[in-house]
């Protein structure tokens, strides 16, 4: 799943509006950031397979430390507390900050797990993998993830307000863009010809897109 999970940051910003949704937009790939740099390193593995999905051109061979889901927990516990006993910031509600931040990275798992193949481990690598493999049907993927970005849009719109043009129609147009981007991800080829620059790649967009985010939402109060 790739723009689905940035409908769980737009919902969360609902819960509290102290917390970034830039790092809202990283806390949901946060897993994912750390996957591609643990490919890098070679600690983790996938191989690019054309059409190994009829909605992906890659295959997740080795992802025990980031895409298990105890992995996920312990991830989600790590982002927690750094964010809750971290030092150098002041925040009233620090708690609820690092407890929504905590859930968005959770989040991730449980939408993956709709979409991937049989390749999520519970525990480690050798232990029972699930997906329910929606995947195999690229419309109904790209459905869900419209889905779930449009009601996260919906839930952050009525949240929060906009007074300028940026704040009241950037977000919406924002949206828009990702879904075209997830339709070729989806529908089209390739991202990236290696595993090195759809990792880049992937990274890259990442922070591009919560830079997005960041900035518009400092549109909207």
């Known amino acids: 799943m790739f723009v689905g999970h940035y409908g769980a940051s ?4 609902r819960v509290d509006k102290n917390a970034s ?11 994912d950031i750390l996957f591609f740099p643990f490919v890098l390193l ?4 996938f191989n ?10 890659f295959e997740l061979e080795f992802m025990p430390y980031t895409h298990s889901l105890f992995a996920s927990f312990l991830w989600a516990a790590a982002v927690y507390i750094a964010l809750r006993f971290y030092p150098l910031k002041k925040t009233e509600n620090k708690n609820k900050i690092a ?3 905590g859930v968005a990275v959770l989040s991730h798992w449980f939408l993956d797990l709709i979409v991937h193949t049989p390749d999520l481990p519970l525990l ?3 232990s029972t993998k699930i997906g329910f493999g929606l995947w195999n049907n690229a419309v109904a993927t790209y459905l869900l993830e419209t889905i779930l970005l449009l009601v996260g849009l919906g839930i952050y719109l009525k949240s929060t307000k906009g007074t300028t043009f940026v704040g009241k129609y950037g977000m919406i147009i924002f949206v828009v863009l990702m879904l075209i981007i997830n339709a070729n991800n989806i529908f089209g080829p390739p991202f990236g010809a290696d595993v090195i620059t ?14 997005v985010a960041f900035w518009l939402d400092k549109k909207r109060s």
């Open 124 to 126: 480690g690598d050798s």
């Open 10 to 13: 737009l919902a969360l910003k």
């Open 198 to 211: 759809m990792s880049v790649s992937a990274l890259v967009m990442y922070f591009i897109f919560a830079g």
């Open 21 to 31: 949704l830039g790092m809202l937009f990283l806390a949901v790939q946060f897993v």
């Open 48 to 57: 690019i397979v054309e059409n190994y999905t009829a909605s992906t051109h």
């Open 99 to 101: 407890i929504v931040m």
């Open 42 to 45: 070679g600690i983790e593995h």
